[in-house]
RNA sequence: CGGGGAUUGGCGCAAUUGGUAGCGCGUCCCGCUCGGGGCGGGAAGGCUACGAGUUCGAAUCUCGUAUCCCCGACCA
């Protein structure tokens, strides 16, 4: 048994591991800027896969797509104090153009919330124009101090929608569509387990009312914030001024709402989904489900067609280098995190079999060319499935219920993981946990029950367990 | 923005008290191989990130600049 590895170990040093999965397995690579990465065609096909799968619920929701420009003007950042202040340590801002300083800078967006709304009551002054039901695929920019590939980068890609409604039950009941629809994609797409739920007014958005989010705990035992889904009120809108003529004929600001997901969910998806021997992907977002590797030097060409015919509907490679020995193929491969390889040689020709390899649990297997296709189709839902039951097991094995802040503190400092907790919603009180623990307040679950708690930091009165975890 | 580390063929690294740059991988050619990163032979490829300084002599020492990575505070 050979024992070299091509890959760094994942339990040893989780980020050295981290950047070597992602460069290995050719997702990315680092941009001559700082902060920014190359999205190679591996990696951008597993970012297409979630446009594919999220732009499907989009649609379905009415929601239509459409594009704004990457630059604002600045003033418009700065009509909502809230959000200004939230952004501005981050802006990259365009002095010059055309050879010439411009009179007004431009800001690369950070998020389109203010170019979009300012659009938006271009198009309106009545209610029979609401709701309006707008997305946009798009990158922004934010000059973040610590970059991280796929998890923290200065520019990155993302879908961000922003709806306006006549009444603010309307607009709630799109938030919380948009964070069931992300929580869909991590679940049903990218095989993550989270906890969904709504931030702290510390924590949420820079000009929202309220934030939701879903989060998911990463290997190492912190929090990655997986999505948002802002409940905005009408704080936009009486910013720029916007008003609509309601059904009595009186003017009325119109509720809004923004939500968003980005390549972001990609670094999760690999932090949690692989090992040491390379990434593992769910068969709903591999690009390649099934990878077929050809004893090299061994005539098949028949067989395979054989075989491919009962691939119909799946996403097959046949990687026919006659470079590469068949060693070479299968760690690469592995790598890569494809789901499913099927090793094919005259052995199997002659005995009208496979040999199945599969990545999750690294168990060959020989499989009938009769019930190939049934069998790849089981075993590639059993992937799916047996990958989100372990993060979700995981992450109930590593939540805990605490009501000692002895406890807490030892939690934060050992192995750390989502902490369930009583918190009086004193802000001041939240700053101290962080001081102390490095632990924030994650996110109050949607599912959280109303209980007579007393707050584990200061002992006051408190009616909800919330979740605590420390940040990526 | 603070702390640490780094920068040497395409990639990953080495070079002892300062002495004139070497190895692995990859690439190209030839032959044998091919069921878990095969083997032999041959070849190409570097004013050692940039700029000063010290020295008979600098990849190595000093100062400066730039960029990247990691760890913290801020964030999708």
């Excluded at 649609?59 to 797509?65: A, L, S, T």
């Excluded at 000059?143 to 961000?160: D, G, I, N, V």
């Excluded at 009444?167 to 993550?192: C, F, G, I, R």
């Excluded at 769910?282 to 030097?297: F, K, L, S």
């Amino acid at each position: 048994m050979d024992t070299k590895k091509f890959v760094l170990s994942k339990s040893k040093d989780i980020a050295s591991w981290y950047n070597d999965i992602v460069l290995k397995a050719e997702l990315a690579d680092y941009a001559p800027v700082k902060g920014c990465m190359v999205i190679r065609p591996y990696g951008y096909a597993i970012w297409e896969a979630i446009q594919i799968y999220l732009d499907q619920l989009i649609k379905n929701k009415g929601v239509k797509n459409a594009y704004f420009p990457m630059f604002i003007p600045e003033d418009f950042l700065n009509k909502e104090k809230e959000h200004v202040k939230g952004f501005s340590p981050e802006l990259a801002v365009v002095t010059h153009g055309g050879g010439q300083k411009l009179k007004e800078k431009l800001i690369l967006r950070p998020t389109s919330e203010t170019v979009m709304y300012y659009m938006y009551q271009k198009w309106t002054n009545s209610w029979r124009q609401l709701p309006i039901l707008i997305n946009q695929w798009c990158n922004v920019v934010r000059w973040e101090k610590r970059t991280y590939m796929f998890l923290r980068t200065t520019e990155f890609l993302w879908q961000e929608g922003h709806c306006a409604h006549l009444t603010h039950p309307e607009s709630m009941d799109q938030v919380l569509w948009a964070l069931d629809a992300y929580q869909k994609t991590y679940n049903n797409l990218l095989a993550l387990y989270g906890i969904a739920g709504v931030k702290s007014e510390s924590e949420k958005f820079a000009g929202a009312g309220k934030s939701y989010t879903f989060e998911i705990l990463m290997p190492n035992g912190k929090a990655l914030q997986a999505c948002t889904s802002h409940d905005l009120g009408q704080n936009f809108a009486k910013a720029f001024d916007w008003t609509v003529a309601d059904k009595d004929g009186k003017n009325t600001y119109p509720w809004q709402n923004s939500w968003g997901l980005s390549t972001r969910s990609i670094g999760g998806l690999i932090m949690v989904q692989s090992d040491d021997d390379g990434l593992i992907l769910p068969p709903n977002v591999a690009p390649i489900q099934v990878i077929i590797v050809p004893i090299p030097g061994q005539k098949l060409d028949s067989y395979l067609k054989n075989i491919t015919d009962k691939l119909v509907g799946l996403r097959y490679l046949i990687d026919q280098d006659e470079n590469e020995t068949a060693g070479f193929k299968f760690n690469k491969w592995e790598i890569k995190g494809v789901p499913i390889r099927l090793e094919i040689g005259q052995k199997e020709a002659n005995q009208n079999q496979v040999t199945l390899y599969r990545r999750d649990t690294k168990q060959k297997q020989t499989v009938s060319l009769d019930n190939l296709s049934s069998e790849i189709e089981k075993i590639l839902k059993d992937i799916q499935t047996n990958l989100f039951e372990k993060h979700k097991k995981f992450t109930q094995d590593n939540t805990h219920t605490v009501d000692s802040y002895d406890q807490f503190k030892k939690i934060m400092s050992t192995t750390k993981g989502f902490i369930s907790a009583f918190w009086c919603q004193d802000p001041t009180c939240e700053a101290q946990i962080k001081a102390d623990t490095k632990a924030t307040t994650r996110c109050l679950p949607i599912d959280a029950k109303k209980e007579n708690g007393v707050c584990v930091h200061c002992g006051k009165t408190a009616s909800h367990r919330w979740l605590f975890g420390q940040s990526y």
